[in-house]
DNA sequence: CTTATGATTAGA
DNA sequence: CTAATCATAAGA
């Protein structure tokens, strides 16, 4: 790779500031989310990885959802404002990592399911433990401990931060397939609400 | 109170 | 293929 393209690559563009950004359907906002930057401001330095794979969770409806079976201590967040960070621990030990969509008080949101982390690697590494840079970010569980999101960060701004989103390279294609884990969900499992950069060396899985 | 299970992962 | 591991939700 040329010093001009690894500059450019690495570049974080425009944080998203507009609330309305977030105030969309979540199949939109998750198209938008591919390419773009998440971004981890801590103590100990910034944690940014570009997002590759990610999950639409519709409201009510969607068999697959958290918010399709009622308002909890849990989901809460989801009914909240779109923009705010939905994070759960599932299996006991991994936390995933949603973004809330709109519109308006649909509960729905955008689980984060792979990044390429750009700066902040070894920051990355050290909440990881020593594993292969295209796997350090890859699945949800595997995404939250790389960027150091648990739930503490529940109901996170990310307008306001210390998680955001800022703009990046639009991938060129965007493939869509089935959820991965919710072989539950009847004809929901089915729906081709999955959107992953196609043959990203970051993804989760084909 | 008890109990089943999950938007997962690593390892055999 | 399965164990790990616990917050959550649902049921008694």
Request: charged share 25%.
């Amino acid at each position: 790779m040329s010093r001009a393209a690894a500059a450019a690559s690495s570049e974080i563009g425009a944080f998203v500031e507009r609330r309305d950004w977030f105030d969309r359907p979540s199949v939109t906002v998750a198209r938008d989310l591919l390419g773009m930057w998440l971004v981890h401001d801590r103590a100990q330095g910034r944690i940014a990885g570009r997002i590759v794979e990610v999950e639409a969770y519709q409201g009510p409806e969607d068999l697959a959802a958290h918010s399709a079976r009622g308002r909890t201590a849990r989901n809460e967040v989801m009914f909240g404002r779109p923009g705010h960070l939905y994070v759960y621990l599932i299996y006991g030990l991994h936390h995933c990592a949603n973004v809330v969509c709109g519109p308006g008080d649909k509960p729905e949101a955008v689980l984060l399911r792979a990044a390429a982390i750009g700066p902040g690697v070894e920051l990355a590494r050290m909440a990881r433990g020593d594993v292969a840079p295209t796997r350090l970010a890859a699945g949800p569980g595997n995404l939250g401990a790389a960027f150091g999101i648990d739930r503490r960060l529940n109901g996170a701004d990310l307008v306001a931060g210390p998680v955001r989103l800022a703009a990046g390279p639009r991938p060129s294609r965007i493939a869509r397939t089935p959820r991965v884990g919710v072989a539950y969900a009847g004809r929901w499992a089915r729906r081709p609400l999955r959107f992953v950069i196609p043959d990203d060396p970051h993804r989760s899985r084909p």
